[in-house]
């Protein structure tokens, strides 16, 4: 290490502090520190061929197939979609099926990348992911309190 050591949020160039407030969280997304207004729980996204999503990270002991999901209000998640991306585009929906309807209420990001979630309070009790291409690569989100 060779120069000045920071000691500010406010001194660091690869972070946008703009609005940020007590209990804030700090992620780094590979390129610049982001402000989240939760905890993140991040999921990496791959497939099994176009037969099924697989999840891989926190509540996952290893890879699993079309899971289940279970959030929480207010927390916010991240589906990294990299891997896959336009292949098999990632989305939440409110009804199922390929033609499901969108529910993009909180989120940022993309499907085709990292889709950013912060789950809403008045969430519903049951949402869906879809891939936008594939019927069978899909599965269920239960939003819990």
């Avoid at 690869?14 to 989240?36: H, K, P, R």
């Avoid at 509540?59 to 589906?79: C, E, I, M």
């Amino acid at each position: 290490f060779s120069g000045s050591l920071t000691t500010t949020f406010a001194a660091l160039t690869d972070t946008d502090v703009t609005g940020i407030t007590q209990g804030d969280s700090l992620f780094y997304n590979g390129t610049n520190w982001v402000v989240t207004r939760s905890p993140i729980t991040w999921w990496e996204i791959n497939s099994n061929g176009a037969s099924d999503y697989t999840f891989d990270g926190p509540g996952f002991p290893s890879t699993a197939n079309d899971p289940t999901l279970y959030v929480n209000r207010g927390q916010t998640y991240a589906f990294d979609n990299t891997v896959q991306a336009a292949s098999h585009p990632f989305r939440i929906q409110s009804t199922q099926g390929l033609s499901g309807t969108p529910y993009t209420t909180g989120q940022t990001g993309s499907g085709t990348s990292v889709l950013y979630w912060t789950v809403p309070m008045d969430a519903p009790s049951t949402l869906y992911y879809q891939c936008t291409i594939h019927a069978a690569m899909q599965g269920t989100i239960n939003v819990v309190s």
